[in-house]
């Protein structure tokens, strides 16, 4: 398995209104092709969320962030470098991760949401101790999560409703 060092390659979404935080682990080749946060076509973040507020399903860069903003959520990933093998969560070595308090700092955040296993598992190891908030695990939107159905998915998000 060939791993490369990748840098995040785009800012966290947020603004001073946020309530919540969802973190993802780091973004996948076609979310950085596509230059933003759950790009992979098959990934159900976006219809999961559309769901979960009862709205319409964002499409461009522009509609999510109005969409994300406009629900007090923050977007942004556990990792800001990592040696990764293509998207897969399970090669990731020699990770570094963001410093989120100061985005802390700049909102009302009290919840952190983590989409899958190793965003919840990084975030435990690595930043749980110096935010003092509990990082509340979803399953992942990730289309490698097949014993999730949307209905399943859509679910389990529900808790970061207000």
Known sequence: ????????????????????????????VKSRENRFYYGHPQNRFWPVLAHVFDGDCPIDIEEKKLFLLKHHIALWDVLTACEISRSADSSIQNPAVNDIMPLLKETKIKKIFCNGRKAQA??????????????????????????YTLPKLIDAWRVIAP
């Open 122 to 147: 990084l975030y435990d190891q690595y930043l749980a101790k110096h935010t003092g908030i509990t990082g509340v695990y979803l399953p992942s939107t990730s289309p490698a999560n097949a014993v």
């Open 1 to 28: 398995m060939i791993r490369e060092r990748k840098i995040h390659p785009f800012p966290p979404v947020f603004d001073q209104e946020a309530e919540i935080l969802i973190l993802g682990t780091f973004p996948s």
